[in-house]
């Protein structure tokens, strides 16, 4: 799932990827955890694409589940 929203985000079609990336951050927090290095990783894409969106609002609640993000630089 995290693939295809990579691809959607790829295209700047954020509609899309969005609900994509946040299925995909629920499933992983299920079954990793959310100090899970792979966790983290989809948390990280899934900021750069709410910042690409400019949809501040989920960026801000996305920040506040994982206030680390709030320092990471996109890439």
């Not at 691809?7 to 990336?21: I, S, W």
């Not at 955890?33 to 609640?61: P, Q, V, W, Y």
Request: aromatic share 8%; net charge negative.
């Amino acid at each position: 799932m995290m693939n295809i929203a990579i691809v959607y985000k790829g295209v700047e079609d954020y509609e899309k990827a969005e609900p994509l990336y946040q299925k995909a951050l629920e499933g992983r927090e299920a079954q990793l955890g959310k100090d899970h290095m792979r966790t983290k990783k989809c948390a990280k894409n899934f900021k750069i694409c709410l910042e690409k969106s400019g949809n501040s609002e989920r960026l801000a609640e996305l920040i506040e589940s994982y206030p680390g993000l709030a320092f990471e630089e996109v890439d």
